[in-house]
């Protein structure tokens, strides 16, 4: 059984009883004790109140003519009951806020432990289901998951087992101190309350499924838009954004008016259920004070046990309702745990040693979709310290060596090797610390420039900081922003130009001091000017390091040791840059297309088909 199709039982009881955490199991029982106090104390509530009638019923008032000090004992006596009256309800709450407060740090404690498996679970994926996922309905997932764990916590330990333990009480107490007829009423109430309440909570609950998928698809549609602002505004389709947003509402308002419709027939149908028990255990009452088997002050204890346990009991049916919307808001939550790791690390895998940093490709094959085959025998080696370049057209397979390279997948066929280790026998984490990476399509988080640069190497100091900042060229533009270091970059960087975030880009994968360094297209977005300035930066920081270039300006890689030619997954020529020239082939084709295009001062075509120029300045 996963933990998707039982998920209450599989994830979330094992975390409220965590062998882990001795303290969490204390407070566990003590809260059960608490719990069972002041049901305890509840059910004597009604039998205070009683006395007190019956007292007052057979004379417990002053009557005519009766002596100051015989009525002050019997006036005494009652306001005694009134006073346990009032201690008890006193005592019942006071335990019941004593329950609460001790299980709300096993219950957040739960809530933490769930959330924190979910969000490593999510980043252990693939890097294949991040690409295909969408964000927006994700978030909304993973938000709408946690709200139903603290739902399921919250109303299953303080109201659902506290009304079941009452219910078992006042059953109890009444065919003890009446008979069965009045716990048979009582309990088959509560019977007929529940099997009405689960039926047609059960038949509702298509349509907050529905509501979940609507307004997850709402959701997605809205984020995807915002995050293409301008792509929205270049096109203007804001109407069309409009109506594709309020498609997604327009059934969402269906099922929630579904929803709503059929919660007015659940209340109606419980609150007869519960006015037909009270009134057939209330005529049972009636007839005992008839017939001198009852007092007034019974009659007033069972009225007062129906109503402390029916509006329990009625809240129970809220309860359930939060209880079973709040499992189907996990259920999706759940499906993400047993969403299975793509790449796996072999039981036992030692950390990546590399004393040196020797690259080796060996027959690499490798394709996303079994269909269609990207890379088909592809072979090279980087020496030590050496610089290898990649080139290409568009689709050959060039940036998916640098994820073959990360292991964000596994390859089909051949090996991929780093002094000699064979990448997919050791750990992940120690392969991807060895390595450093500036991507064509730099992402920044929501931050400082300072944390994204620090983000290399989070224990990096300032002036570590500085240097790296510096070697980018970046430093210039630091010192003109009125925040420096601490100026916001915006969501994914949009405050700063292409070459401003490529640049914080290529500090952060200095930051790291990689033994191997990819440079994924690193100074597509940069001037000519700037470019070359930087050029010289990586150069001296890339001493030392092993270095994989994949490049489209083919400019920038004619000091290479080595310049491989990628042409549909195949390797159609390599060597140095002169020698490629002279073979005449497909390198020195594209070579004299973007001299031509540079001398006409036109920019050079970009490899990514919806790329855009991009200025170099802040925002």
């Not at 389709?237 to 308002?253: C, S």
């Not at 988080?445 to 989070?458: E, L």
């Amino acid at each position: 059984m996963t933990r998707r199709q039982n998920p209450f039982l599989a994830i979330l009881l094992p975390r409220l009883w965590p062998a882990s955490r001795p303290e969490l199991r204390t407070r566990v029982l003590v809260a059960l004790v608490f719990l069972i106090a002041a049901k305890l104390i509840n059910v004597c509530v009604p039998y205070f109140f009683k006395r007190a009638i019956d007292l007052l019923q057979h004379g417990g008032i002053v009557p005519a003519g009766t002596t100051v000090d015989a009525a002050g004992v019997a006036v005494g006596t009652v306001l005694l009951l009134v006073l346990a009256y009032g201690a008890a309800r006193v005592g019942a709450q006071g335990f019941g806020e004593l329950r609460d407060a001790v299980f709300a740090k096993v219950a957040q404690a739960a809530i933490r432990n769930l959330a924190i498996e979910v969000f490593r679970h999510l980043h252990a994926l693939s890097l294949r289901f991040h690409l295909e996922r969408q964000t927006g309905g994700l978030s909304r997932v993973i938000e709408r998951g946690t709200k139903g764990i603290e739902f399921v916590l919250r109303f299953m330990t303080f109201n659902i087992l506290p009304t079941l333990v009452e219910i078992a009480m006042v059953g109890g107490i009444l065919w003890w101190l009446y008979s069965w007829s009045f716990a048979a009423i009582t309990v088959g109430t509560i019977v007929g309350y529940i099997v009405f309440t689960l039926a047609i909570t059960e038949w509702r609950t298509k349509y907050r499924r529905q509501m979940n998928d609507e307004d997850q698809r709402a959701n997605t549609r809205a984020i995807d838009s915002l995050l293409n602002y301008e792509t929205v505004k270049y096109f203007t389709n804001e109407e069309h954004e409009a109506r594709r947003y309020d498609e997604a509402m327009e059934r969402y308002e269906y099922a929630a008016v579904k929803s709503q419709t059929t919660l007015a027939l659940l209340n109606i149908g419980q609150g007869v259920i519960i006015a037909v028990g009270l009134i057939g255990v209330m005529s049972l009452a009636v007839i005992g004070v008839r017939d001198g088997s009852m007092t007034i002050g019974d009659i007033v204890m069972v009225n007062a046990y129906l109503i402390q346990l029916y509006l329990p009991l009625n809240f129970l049916g809220f309860a359930y309702r939060e209880i079973r919307q709040g499992m189907i808001d996990m259920e999706q939550m759940f499906r993400l745990l047993d969403v299975p790791q793509e790449v796996l690390d072999t039981p036992g895998a030692p950390d990546l040693a590399v004393p040196a940093g020797e690259v080796v490709f060996d027959d690499v094959h490798f394709a996303y979709d079994p269909r269609r085959e990207i890379l088909k025998g592809v072979s090279f080696r980087i020496a030590p310290g050496e610089k290898v370049a990649v080139v290409g057209a568009s689709g050959a397979g060039k940036s998916t060596l640098s994820r073959l390279l990360y292991r964000f997948y596994d390859i089909t066929g051949g090996s991929i090797t780093i002094d000699g280790q064979d990448i997919r026998t050791v750990n992940q984490l120690s392969l991807r610390r060895v390595i450093g990476i500036v991507p064509q399509d730099t992402v920044l988080f929501n931050d400082t420039i300072a944390y994204n640069i620090r983000y290399g190497r989070v224990g990096a100091t300032d002036a570590e900081i500085d240097e790296a900042a510096r070697l980018a060229q970046l430093d210039g533009l630091i010192a003109r922003l009125p925040d420096g270091y601490n100026t916001m970059v915006g969501e994914r960087g949009l405050k700063l130009s292409g070459g401003e975030k490529q640049r914080v880009a290529i500090a952060r994968a200095l930051l790291k001091q990689p033994k191997v360094m990819v440079f994924d297209e690193a100074t597509s977005a940069l001037d000519t000017h700037t470019e070359r300035e930087i050029q010289d930066a990586l150069g001296r920081a890339a001493e030392g390091c092993t270095t994989l270039v994949i490049a489209h300006r083919l400019s920038t890689v004619v000091d290479a040791d080595e310049i491989i030619v990628l042409d549909q997954g195949r390797i159609a020529e390599r060597g140095r840059h002169h020698a490629l020239l002279a073979q005449d082939g497909l390198y020195a084709a594209l070579w004299r297309k973007q001299q031509e295009a540079q001398q006409a001062g036109a920019p050079l075509i970009s490899e990514r088909p919806n790329a855009k120029p991009q200025a170099v300045s802040v925002k």
